[in-house]
């Protein structure tokens, strides 16, 4: 079989991981790196508790696919970055680990980068800039603020470290911000040490469902699974579009089988993360069972074999 690479990071099986959200722990992480390549956290400088009561809707993976949407308020819980580090350190896989961290401040991301970028074991860092739960020091989700995300660029940058940097996106509906976003990382194309991919896109914040659904964050919820594809590919196909060709994009949102690879990939992804999909699975076999089974990846697997 092909190695796939992307953003700097060779995909042994394919091209397709496990996204961030899925591995909210090292021991987690380590569980799915045993069978493909995985993006542990978002990880933050702090350790969170996250929210309390429902925090996710539907409750079983048959839901959700019938459903065809998913919905999580969990609050971004983990361990802070210092634990995650010592921990993440010790896990040794064939399978290349990508860790993703948020800050509630511009330095709080290039602490991150700094902490994470001096384990050997890290094939890169994804920066979440598209998480609604980092509204600190910058009162907006990073992703609609190009100033700030260019100041994170530009800190990194200046770190020189060689790790390739991934950058998560929140799901854009004027696309004057995307193209804005856009400009912003193709300045930074041959600058830094670094290579740069994109990934879009995370999911899309304020969805509600019903008091019943979702009990923490006042019912609002984070929309995930099935009924963010044709988004999540829009997004794709206007990135692809406007950013520098030496930008990889992984494409992310909705992605359920083997041959929604394939239909993000037409569309411009190098690659693809599998996020809800595996989170309801619960784990790496059930996930398979879905993902991988003959008719729902046989374009997927015809791609493969053809190169």
Excluded at 128 to 142: E, S
Excluded at 154 to 174: A, E, F, R
Excluded at 176 to 188: H, I, P, S, Y
Excluded at 219 to 241: C, D, E, N
Aim: proline residues 6%.
């Amino acid at each position: 079989m092909p190695q796939w690479k992307v953003g700097g990071v060779l995909l042994p099986h394919g091209p397709y991981m496990i996204g961030a959200g899925v591995c909210k722990n090292p021991a987690v992480t380590e569980k799915w790196l045993q069978v493909t390549p995985t993006v542990s956290g978002s990880y933050t400088q702090e350790a969170r508790s996250g929210n309390e009561g429902v925090v996710i809707h539907p409750q079983t993976i048959d839901r959700f696919l019938e459903l065809g949407y998913g919905l999580n308020a969990y609050g971004m819980p983990n361990m802070g970055f210092e634990a995650a580090s010592q921990a993440l350190s010790q896990i040794h896989s064939d399978q290349p680990m990508i860790v993703s961290i948020a800050g509630f401040s511009i330095d709080e991301y290039i602490e991150g980068v700094r902490i994470f970028g001096a384990l050997e074991n890290i094939a890169a860092i994804e920066l979440n800039f598209g998480c609604p739960n980092t509204q600190g020091d910058h009162k907006t989700i990073m992703s609609f603020d190009p100033g700030s995300l260019k100041q994170v660029m530009h800190c990194v940058m200046q770190l020189g470290l060689s790790v390739p940097i991934w950058i998560k996106l929140s799901p854009y509906s004027n696309p004057q911000d995307l193209e804005r976003t856009a400009k912003v990382l193709n300045g930074f194309v041959g600058k830094g040490t670094f290579l740069i991919a994109v990934v879009t896109c995370n999911t899309f914040p304020l969805a509600y469902a019903g008091e019943n659904a979702i009990t923490a964050q006042g019912g609002f919820a984070g929309l995930s699974g099935p009924a963010m594809k044709m988004i999540a590919l829009g997004q794709v196909k206007q990135f692809r579009q406007h950013l520098s060709p030496l930008i990889d994009i992984i494409g992310v949102g909705g992605i359920t089988c083997g041959n929604d690879v394939v239909n993000f990939l037409n569309a411009g992804a190098k690659a693809v993360q599998v996020t809800s999909l595996a989170h309801w699975a619960g784990d790496p076999t059930t996930f398979n069972n879905h993902f991988l089974s003959d008719e729902r990846a046989d374009r997927l697997y015809a791609l493969l074999e053809s190169n």
